[in-house]
């Protein structure tokens, strides 16, 4: 891919030191098998790199065209595709999600008793689309509502086989809400229900209404719920780490389920795509919502989902439990319609903007959207589970220090 640094405002000396640090301190080290980085700004690729092994048991370098595991980076993507439905006034955002899942009404909260017993009560209000989309509507992921049993009803299930996004959205219903809508953060099955909403608004399975009005427009070749045997050579193997800390396969490309078109398709992680493919969908974010006269969402549709609804303007850390998982650090982070969204730097003790918004994947790949400096970054791996290095810390130090203007 054709790179201009000066083009983006970024001296070229500075950014090399992306590739010195990744090289040394992960690639060469052995603690991730390989890595890619794009950097993007002012619409100009001021950087893209590719180091080590996409799969290291059969000597297969990373390339341009690799295809990654996007996990929960698959989020925004169903945000910005319930957000184009929005756009035409077919929902707002507190319309409560039982107006389009029907089983979801009158869904009870799980609450301690005095007795140290525990029974259900009925929400505050019911859980709301914007719930759904910002991890507040009181469902968590399955393992995380495995304890939410009262009198038999209710219980913790992970996705099987025959799953789908219609029948997930009724499965959660079985299940009392762990808190009042609106008042805790908890990351869940949500952007899941948010898929489920655009397959009842649309009236099209939600690939396909994906693939129509983001993939396709946008130019994103390579972003499905799974690899065909054209693109099967492409997709890179995921490792993790061992009580050692050596890396170990744990999903081959060859055998991977990846190669199956899935019956789940899910909008809370089941994605691949590219580092490209991505870099589009961010770029058309950067951008206010269009790329290369494709436009996808309205400039002030784009600020709404990067905007932070935390009540009061409030950050994660006072929203969340203690050992809540999210894919962004809590302190000074808001969080917006399915992304989270940075405060002063200050408060989150990493450089970067007020307003810039992000989020991740569970094989530790990440990206950002900086409206005020107009820049994207994607960063693409496959190490299980992210958070395991502060890939985002350390690179957001070395690219904002590579600012040229």
Known sequence: MKVDAEAAGLDPVRLDRIGEHLRSSYVDAGKIAGCQVAVQRHGALGYFESFGMADRERSTPIAEDTIFRLYSMSKPVTGVALLTLYERGLFQLDDPVHRFIPEWRGLQVKVPTEDGGEALVDPVR???????????????????????????????????PETTLETLGQQIAQWPLR??????????????????????LSGQRFDDYLRTEIFEPLGMVDTAFSVDDARAGRLAACYARNSRKELVLIDDPATSAYRRQPAFLSGGGGLLGTTADYLRFTQMLTNGGELDGRRILGRKTVELMGSNHLPGGATLAEFTQPGTYGEVGMDGMGFGLTVSVAQEPARTGVVGSVGEFMWGGAASTIFWVDPVEDLSVVFMTQLLPSGTFNFRGQL??????????
């Open 396 to 405: 957001k130090s070395i690219i904002y220090g590579a600012l040229a203007d």
């Open 179 to 200: 808190f009042h809508p609106g008042t805790h953060w908890l990351y869940s099955f949500g952007t899941d229900v948010c898929a489920r909403i655009v397959e009842v």
């Open 126 to 160: 019911p859980p709301s689309v914007r719930d759904a989309m910002m991890h507040m509507s009181g469902i968590g992921y399955a393992a995380e509502n495995a304890d939410l049993v009262v009198d038999g009803i209710g219980s913790g299930r992970f996705v099987g």
